[in-house]
């Protein structure tokens, strides 16, 4: 089932919430593209440019936790490329020719992005907000 955006996923930081809704959108385009019976080979496709955007998040996200010195930045590296790797598997799959994980892939993928949102990245949105380095997150929305 597709997700649609809700003012309860905006963290107030434009540059963020922007690619949370890209994420979101491309994650609809999987369900819409599978929902229609679409070959897994093209399944696949949009699977992996849901996957190539999230790489570029988590690359935007890093960065900005690294200048405030987030402290648990690890933990939450690690919570990334454990989404890459399975979401690289499932990739693997479809591109096989395989649809019997396609169910699985869309769940996985819809849980861990209202997760990712609604509890990950609400825990340190405050922090950056209040950072003096907010200035970064200005400049690329302007
Ligand atoms: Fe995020």
């Given amino acids: 089932m597709e997700i649609k955006w809700e003012s309860k996923y905006c963290l107030d930081i434009k540059m963020i919430d922007d690619q949370h809704q890209h994420l979101v959108n491309l994650y609809n385009k999987i369900v819409q593209s599978h929902s229609k019976k679409q070959p897994p080979l093209l399944v696949g496709a949009f699977v992996r440019g849901f996957l190539d955007q999230a790489k570029l998040h988590f690359k935007t996200e890093e960065a900005e936790l690294r200048k405030i ?14 989404f890459v790797i399975k979401i690289t ?3 693997a799959e479809f591109n096989k020719g395989n649809e019997s994980t396609a169910e699985q892939t869309l769940e996985y993928i819809k ?32």
């Avoid at 849980?111 to 003096?132: P, V, Y």
């Fill in 89 to 91: 598997g499932y990739l």
């Fill in 111 to 142: 849980d861990w992005l209202l997760n990712h949102i609604l509890h990950d990245n609400r825990m340190f949105a405050t922090s950056i907000k209040n950072s003096a380095n907010t200035p970064s997150f200005q400049t690329a929305t302007a």
């Fill in 69 to 82: 010195n987030y402290q648990n930045i690890n933990k939450h590296k690690e919570s990334n490329d454990t």
